[in-house]
């Protein structure tokens, strides 16, 4: 009688970054900077609270429960409620990875760049921001497959408008174009950019846009980003003095590149299978789509929701309170992340 190999699939793990805006100590060392800060946005929505972060833990046990660690980054501040003794749970400290020369920082984009530097995290991970939560049952298969990133694909405009990341948009795709040849990579990976999947809306803009000889822009869903961690060891290499010069400002600024480089480079490169749009949907919460955010996290509409604070979200302790009443009702019962 033949034995069945056992297949030892590979691990993947999340990245979750906070930030607790209402800790008089993190806000006294940022205010000490602030002072001098004459180019960089450190407007209060970079780092106000919904205060629902514990709803990221149920969602992650009740609908995730395969994934094979949590690297849980933060300036030093914990929530009173976290069980910080969960086997899944590593704690990373600002310090603990990034390097000294670059802290204390108070910019996503440092934080997001030197990712890689985590110590024990998996080649495979899935990177999550704090409004960012899984709402619905997802499986490994939906992040990567045979160990390559999943993701949509499809040719864009950068768009500038009020507070907008699209200076970072505009940097992180300059960078692909010194570094990558449209024509080549359109001819290598034809199948994959207009894959069926990617949806009709995509594939159009690409069909529109195919007349520019160099990348105009890409796709993005403001959803949680797939990564290898090779990834980032390869840009770093070839680009180390752009990421060195991005991590060296306290706050964000329009010179800098993000984490969207890493994952535009992955597209850029062909190293990803395209996966469909409608896995989630991002909620940059105004007043017209309000209602709908709220009633597609209470019924869990989507594997992934993101609720994403913006300059137009009035009203905020109201929202605030509504919105976790919605997650309440969908996840009511405490994860074991929780004391």
Known sequence: MKMRKTVKKPKIDFVLIWVDGNDPEWQKEKNKYDENNDRGDSTIIRYRSWDNLQYWFRGVEKFAPW?????????GHLPPWLNVNHPKLHIVNHKDYIPEEYLPTFNANTIEMNLHRIEGLAEQFV????DMFITNYVKPDDFFKNGVPRDVFGLNCIYFGKKSAGFFNGNDVELINIHFDKKQCFKKDFRKWYHPINGWK??????????WPWFPGFYYSHLPSNF??????????????????????KFRTKSNVNQWLIKYWQLASGNFIPRSRNIGRCFHIKERNYGLALNSVREGRYKMICINDTIYTENFEKKKREVQEAFQKLLPEKSGFER
């Open 67 to 75: 994934v094979n660690k949590i690297h849980f980054v933060t300036w």
């Open 127 to 130: 990177y999550f921001n704090d």
């Open 202 to 211: 995509s594939l159009v803009r690409t069909t529109m846009l195919m007349i």
């Open 228 to 249: 290898l961690k090779s990834t980032f060891k390869e840009v770093w290499k070839l680009e180390e003095e752009t990421l060195k010069a991005t991590c060296r400002d």
